[in-house]
């Protein structure tokens, strides 16, 4: 979500930064080589396309014919100073092939999307998603979100917001090239979401909108501040507030100081949500101690060098004890979220165990909540999962089973996914009719999509052309390590 508002500060220095090379490959070369026509204007291309190297396939092919045309004018026709920043020009452009590549597809996607305006916001949807997006009550949700943070941030935005709804999270990926839930695309008041994410539309609206306001108080490029507020204004996810996300998060997964979170690499380099909330749930915290406006003058002087501190300058307290005194406040919030919370705990660490490949801890998670009453879905789904990467096909499949006979919200929204995993486990056992019959229910279901696979409904009919193997396990697998 972050990275359009970072690549474009990024790219800008280190497109000067190849022009630099460039120029100075060109003069060292050229002092050398008593300017040589050839060679001079050569070098200064060179100098420039070197750090690109990596990324020879994605070259384009305008700035490298460019080059060789320059090359060759002054070949032919004798050199020129203005040879080398040229031929450094079109070295520093090399890359830029995947950003209009981005730029086409974006166009492409959203040609033809619906369109709906009101004086603040505009929203462009595509038609299959009409029935299924409520966008009157977006607009309000918008219009009122809009309001109040320019309340808040106590200025307007320059233009109107345009929120791009796309039909599918895995849309995103194909048009960004990389994944995300929703995309702010600063500096333009746009952004991009999707129903099918963590997080209501309403919510991820929110998250965005922080960035395309917080860009104008602050282009550092410092991720647990711009995510923290931005987690921090869609004030619950999935329903539920960000402190209890964070509380959870606390009881159940890794603990990271915060001190730790600050650096944008290490945050940027964190996949899990546990980032996002975490930082949400303190920024919260801080503004509430200690007022919008001390937040406000923190947010626009801190970053990632001068962190710690501006932040015992501006709080008056080192970043360890605000994080104490955030985490104590926390915990004493346990007792009015008992029992729901313990047994979210008990969930969460089944979750945690799977995401951190612990498959045995995780059984043995879930046989020990499996003896104080019936697991939820959730439950029931990582426990299915583990017994198949132990290759437990038989085990998985009472579990799948029960799972598609749950009457819950979770199992409603990815019915089709589960009828196609015990299809492929019953294909896995050798029970071809079984798996038939459970591929045939698949296309009873809405179809999904998923990154990477595609069209749940395809990949159905394929394995009803072709069963299920370990072939295709063992695909997965390698995958994952890429
Ligand atoms: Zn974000």
């Known amino acids: 979500m972050y990275r359009i508002l970072l ?3 990024q790219e800008w220095r280190s497109f000067w930064r190849k022009i630099l090379l460039g120029l100075l490959a060109g003069l060292v070369v050229g002092s050398l080589w008593n300017w040589d026509p050839f060679f001079t204007p050569l070098a200064g291309f060179a100098g420039a396309a070197t750090p690109s190297l990596p990324y020879l396939r994605y070259w384009w092919q305008p700035a490298w014919a460019m080059a060789l045309g320059v090359v060759l004018v002054s070949w032919m026709t004798g050199f020129h100073l203005m040879y080398v920043p040229l031929g450094a020009m079109c070295g520093a452009f090399l890359p830029y092939a995947e950003w209009w590549r981005v730029l086409r597809r974006f166009r492409v996607h959203t040609r033809n999307f619906e369109k709906r305006s ?3 916001v505009v929203i462009r949807w595509p038609k299959e998603l009409t029935n299924m997006v409520n966008v009157e009550e977006l607009l309000q949700s918008s219009e009122a979100a809009i309001t109040e943070f320019s309340q ?5 935005l320059k233009r109107r917001v345009v929120v791009y709804v796309f039909a599918r999270y895995a849309d995103i990926q194909q048009v960004f090239g990389s994944p995300a839930g929703g995309f702010a695309l600063t500096g333009g008041e746009a952004m991009v979401l999707a129903p099918d994410t963590v997080g209501t539309l309403e919510e991820v609206l929110r998250h965005e909108l922080t960035h395309l306001f917080s860009r104008y108080w602050s282009q550092a490029q410092l991720p647990f501040n711009h995510e923290g507020l931005a987690t921090c204004l869609m004030e619950t996810v999935e329903g539920q507030p960000i402190d209890y996300h964070a509380l959870l998060h606390i009881l159940a997964d890794s603990y990271f100081p915060m001190v730790m979170r600050v650096p944008s690499q290490f945050f940027g380099q964190a996949r899990n949500s546990n980032f996002y909330i975490a930082a949400g749930s303190f920024t919260g915290f801080l503004i509430r101690t200690f007022g919008w406006e001390a937040y406000e003058k923190f947010f626009r002087r801190a970053d990632e060098n001068n962190y710690e501190k501006v932040f015992a300058k501006d709080f008056g307290m080192g970043i360890l004890a605000a994080e104490r005194r955030w985490r104590f406040q926390l915990l004493q919030g346990r007792k009015a979220l008992e029992p729901e919370l313990s047994q979210a705990v008990a969930e969460f660490r089944v979750e945690t165990a799977y995401n951190c490949w612990q498959f045995y801890h995780c059984l043995d998670e879930v046989e020990q909540l499996a003896r104080n009453g019936p697991l939820s879905a959730k439950c029931l789904w990582f426990a299915a999962a583990a017994h198949v990467i132990l290759g437990h096909y038989a085990d998985a499949v009472p579990l799948e089973k029960h799972l598609l006979e ?28 079984d798996a038939l019959d459970a591929y045939e229910k698949v296309l009873t279901e809405p179809d999904s999509w998923l990154p990477n696979e595609g069209s749940n409904h395809q990949l159905a009919r394929g394995y009803m052309q072709q069963s299920y193997t370990e072939a295709h396990l063992l695909k997965r697998y390698k995958y994952w390590i890429r």
């Open 152 to 156: 808040k941030f106590r200025f307007r």
């Open 118 to 120: 009101r004086p603040l």
């Open 406 to 433: 749950m009457n819950d919200p979770w199992v409603t929204k990815h019915r089709g996914r589960l009828w196609t995993g015990l299809g492929n486990l019953y294909d896995l056992l050798g029970h071809r009719a």
């Open 7 to 9: 690549s474009w500060r």
